[in-house]
């Protein structure tokens, strides 16, 4: 069986930085998947003491339940962003979290929801987010925008999307009835 694991740089999110990490697996007939990178419980150990590891199906954020699949979400406080995505697993820093509105918190949780089940590619992430939001009900035409606002400051570069691009691209997702 062979395993390709891909690291993607990091990102900027507003004044964030996303981490995406993908992995490709290949897996030959009759072998076990198996997982490149730290397990949940290697990462927690990894940065320290505070962190916590919350079980699939038993985050909220709040007080809205989030769950991506059967993946678990560490709380890293120590974390230099708001949110990160290692496979098999979400980060979040929750001090950063309590300073954005409900759908920004519920974006960045399915964003990097969305690099579990989409890949690196962070305008697909944030398709897969959006889509999620509209077809769950919690994001609303209001909660976009919110969404946008706190990307704006992003800067684009030779691989990153600026904050308006992201946006608009965010707001066509959002208006296609076709989920990609
Ligand atoms: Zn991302």
Redesign the pocket.
Known sequence: MAVARVVFDP?R?GLAR???VAIVLVVALNAAPSLAGPTPEEYAKHVGGSAKIIPPGQLTLDNRRMTCGQRPTVIDDQLDDYGA?YPGFLILNSKLMARVPTAVKQWIYS??C??QFRG?D?ET??CFAVQRGRRQGWLTPDGLEEICSFIRPSKGSSMHFSGSHRCEAMRACYADPKVR
């Open positions: 990102v999110l996303i981490v995406a995505a964003h990097e969305g690099h690196p962070e992430a944030d």
